[in-house]
């Protein structure tokens, strides 16, 4: 099984956090690569779009599942309807993702929940439930998309970059202990991306970063061939390598007031 064998064999592909964003560009980079799509989000209606968007262009059989993975019961139900349904998942792709400014998560609890939930229990239960399936037929890929906040410290949320440490992490594990099952497991670590989730979350990004943005559709890419090609790691982009290098080095414990004082001023001044 290799990266050049996706397009003449079809597979069964789950993404999650797919009626949007970086999600909704892998799940259409899927399908024009000829792939059978289950596609999974809270968001009914912005999911039935996606599926009429992708079937008007593609050839490609789309599934819809509307499901709310800060739930962690919601990743059985999802796994029994593939075995139901007799759908075999061959790709994995964990991109459903949340971010939490700092004031809520000091305000509301269920909001740190659903941060965890989402980014590592449910994504953990998914692997493994999936990830036992393709160990057993000797073949499959699995996704995850973490960030480059994952290295370093982070004064805009205190449970972002941790859950998202965590998703390396579990990656790199399960990337090593499976591919002598023939299971390759990636870990997409992408810097800024130009879609709706800053604003949606309300992130505040410096306008240094702002100009750096990468497409949805070219980070989908990327992370797809790297997965494809069975890479433990990839971060998309040059600018994004760049940020990961230097906030990693800039962003460490004896520097965090000053980054978090001067972050949050640059955020004021924008108000």
Not at 94 to 110: H, L, P, T
Not at 183 to 212: D, S
Request: with cysteine; glycine share 6%; net charge positive.
């Amino acid at each position: 099984m290799n990266a050049r064998n996706d397009t003449c064999n079809p597979l069964v592909a789950l993404v999650t956090g797919a009626s949007s964003g970086l999600g909704e560009s892998i799940a259409k980079n899927l399908a024009r690569r000829g792939h059978r799509l289950i596609l999974i989000s809270e968001n009914r209606t912005e999911l039935f779009r996606v599926k009429h968007e992708i079937e008007s262009e593609c050839l490609s059989s789309v599934t819809v599942l509307e499901m709310d993975l800060f739930d962690p019961s919601s990743v059985e139900r999802i796994f029994e309807f593939c075995e139901s349904t007799q759908l075999a998942v061959d790709i994995l792709v964990n991109c459903a993702g949340m971010f939490v400014n700092i004031d809520r998560e000091m305000n509301d609890i269920v909001s740190i929940e659903n941060v965890v939930n989402l980014h590592v229990t449910s994504l953990t239960k998914l692997c493994f439930l999936f990830g036992r399936a393709m160990t057993d037929r000797k073949r499959g890929y699995i996704l995850n998309v973490s960030s480059i906040n994952a290295e370093f410290l982070d004064p805009a949320s205190l449970t972002y970059g941790p859950t998202k440490r965590y998703i390396l992490a579990l990656s790199e594990a399960l990337h090593c202990e499976w591919k002598e099952h023939n299971v390759r497991v990636t870990c997409m670590t992408p810097g800024g991306i130009r879609t709706n989730f800053f604003a949606a979350n309300r992130v505040y990004i410096p306008p240094v970063i702002q100009y750096t943005l990468l497409s949805s559709d070219s980070c989908a890419e990327i992370g797809l061939s790297a997965m494809f090609r069975g890479s433990l790691r990839v971060t998309p982009g040059i600018y994004g390598k760049l940020q990961s290098f230097f906030l990693k080095k800039i962003a460490r414990p004896a520097l965090y007031a000053l980054i978090k004082k001067t972050y949050f001023s640059m955020k004021n001044r924008q108000k």
